[in-house]
């Protein structure tokens, strides 16, 4: 609960404070990651850049601007031939750009503190707490089960292809992609039908009953670090603003 | 029952399953009683007037091939599936499918499938093996207690709050055990539960299977393993094309070669070896049941050779 509470803080720290301010959020948040729960770097950061691809993709959007640029006002630009128009980028752009991605960073640099520090049934509990339907999560839990079974029954069938030899080219391998999930959709309806069978066979009666919440004791020189990064932070922002 | 040996034909199980009708002296847990049962889309029935039963207290190895009905006639055991004929029995009563007497009854009779996966459904083992205890009411220091004896008795304390999806096939498969085994089934049935595990896995989870059983449960194992049946088993029964073959004590089903090579099945190792030595020196001794017992035996028939052999040569001086 104290977690999801320091993870909440700082979300929403993550998006007011100023975008020097964003950028220690990440970097702190990292540390508490990296150094404190010891999470592999190169998965972190596998993670960290995947989500980071979904702002990488909105970027030409963000920079790239469609039109007669006034004097002076465009860094890069590039005529679009037998046209008055031109493809162009401003600083502006750009700083809106860098803004977005301190903010985007912040903000999932504490989803990633809290997922990966947090175990999955502890989550549930804490939102049980904050009286989250129980609907919601038992479909939260039965998909966080059915991400690793599909992870599973995907690198299963990718590995049987690959060694059975797979297609060459882009046309085989696209078909090869379309089978695969059309596999790995009969696989996954199978180990569901599986599941709902195990479930009824284990006394399902309609309803997930999940463990109790455990207050877990929260140490000491965790709880201070995080209490005075806080404050710091508002203070540095107040500062900010003051002068 | 246990000592009976010899084969139980058809015909003798369909009079044992009336004497129990009858109310006569057969104490058995499970009976499926001219039991039919096809699946949609498929050309051949799954069970085709399936009678077999299962004797309480026993270790029961269910033997057969692939399509043979093991897993159908489990899923009939615990009410997933109902006969389009017959009837299932258990303790004597005819399995009722109202939802809450199907609560009930599966809280007698615990279901492992071959796949844990198939069962697995919180995050930890802990959490998990309470997930029928919560469902079933109990309160959390019962659970806890109950938690606490199966993490032990199968070995899992050590990983209890280690995540499911971490946890290797033999683990996950002990895990699965763990939550039926928390319920105290008086019924305990095991789809193939050693497939696909390591001898070290294999012991760990026949161990706990012994622990289980000697604290009163019925244990039911459909396995492939001949050597294992074999070796584990108090009691045999094979199915063939979704009816039963034959059932047994082991001794009797694994005497003669004949059954089981009629129907494709092959004998196990140490029967085999045992029953290819001469009458003359197996006489007078019942068939070794593990690599330990044929030890013992063989040691004990060297002995009484060589004592023989001295003798001889002493009359000889």
Request: hydrophobic share 50%; charged share 20%.
């Amino acid at each position: 609960m104290w977690k999801s509470l320091f993870a909440a803080i700082m979300f929403a720290l993550a998006y007011v404070l100023h975008p020097a301010l964003q950028v220690l959020i990440t970097l702190w948040m990292m540390l508490w990651c990296l150094q404190y729960a010891k999470i592999p770097p190169r998965a972190y950061g596998q993670l960290f850049g995947t989500a980071l691809l979904f702002y990488g993709l909105s970027l030409p959007a963000l920079l790239v601007e469609l039109g007669r640029p006034a004097a002076g006002e465009a860094v890069l630009y590039l005529r679009i031939p037998g046209t008055a128009q031109f493809l162009y980028m401003t600083p502006a752009g750009g700083m809106r750009a860098a803004l977005l991605l301190a903010r985007v960073s912040a903000c999932l640099a504490c989803c990633l503190f809290i997922m990966l520090t947090t175990p999955f049934g502890e989550l549930l509990q804490v939102l049980r707490r904050l009286r989250m339907p129980q609907i919601v999560l038992e479909l939260m839990l039965v998909m966080y089960r059915f991400l690793f079974l599909l992870d599973d029954a995907a690198h299963g069938l990718l590995l049987a292809r690959r060694l059975r030899g797979g297609h060459r080219g882009f046309r085989s391998r696209l078909r090869e992609a379309a089978s695969m999930a059309a596999s790995l959709f009969a696989n996954t309806m199978h180990r569901y039908y599986g599941l709902s069978q195990g479930l009824a066979a284990r006394g399902f009666t309609g309803e997930i009953l999940l463990p109790p919440y455990v207050k877990r004791e929260v140490p000491r020189r965790f709880a201070f670090e995080a209490y005075a990064g806080i404050v710091l932070l508002a203070a540095a922002q107040l500062w900010m603003l003051w002068t | 029952m246990m000592g009976m040996p010899g084969i139980n034909v058809l015909k003798s199980l369909e009079t044992e399953l009336l004497e129990k009708e009858n109310g006569m002296d057969m104490d058995y847990i499970l009976a499926f009683e001219d039991v039919v049962f096809h699946y949609p889309d498929t050309v051949e029935p799954a069970l085709r007037g399936l009678t077999a039963a299962i004797p309480r207290g026993c270790k029961t190895a269910l033997l057969g091939h692939n399509g043979s009905g093991k897993s159908t006639l489990f899923l009939h055991a615990v009410g997933l599936l109902r006969p389009q004929r017959g009837r299932v029995l258990q303790a004597g009563l005819p399995v009722s499918y109202a939802k809450k007497e199907l609560a009930a009854l599966r809280r007698r009779v615990g279901l492992v499938f071959q796949d844990p996966e198939q069962q697995l459904i919180l995050g930890t083992p802990q959490d998990d093996i309470s997930f029928g205890l919560r469902g079933a009411g109990m309160d959390e220091a019962e659970i806890a207690a109950r938690c606490a004896v199966v993490l032990e008795l199968l070995n899992l304390s050590a990983i209890q709050d280690k995540p499911i999806h971490q946890l290797s096939l033999g683990q996950k498969k002990r895990t699965a055990l763990a939550g039926v085994m928390a319920m105290e089934p008086e019924l305990l049935l095991l789809d193939e539960p050693t497939s696909y595990l390591d001898p070290l896995s294999e012991a760990q989870l026949l161990d706990g299977l012994d622990s289980i059983h000697r604290k009163g449960t019925t244990v039911v194992m459909a396995t492939h393993d001949m050597n294992l049946a074999y070796r584990w088993a108090d009691w045999i029964i094979i199915l063939d094309q979704g009816v039963c073959r034959a059932a047994g004590a082991p001794e009797g089903i694994f005497a003669g070669g004949e059954l089981l090579q009629r129907l494709g099945l092959a004998l196990p190792l140490l029967a085999e070896l045992w029953h290819s030595l001469p009458p003359s020196v197996t006489a007078g001794h019942t068939a070794p049941r593990n690599a330990g017992e044929f030890k013992a035996l063989l040691n004990s028939l060297l002995g009484e050779g060589m004592g023989e052999r001295a003798r001889v040569a002493g009359r000889q001086q």
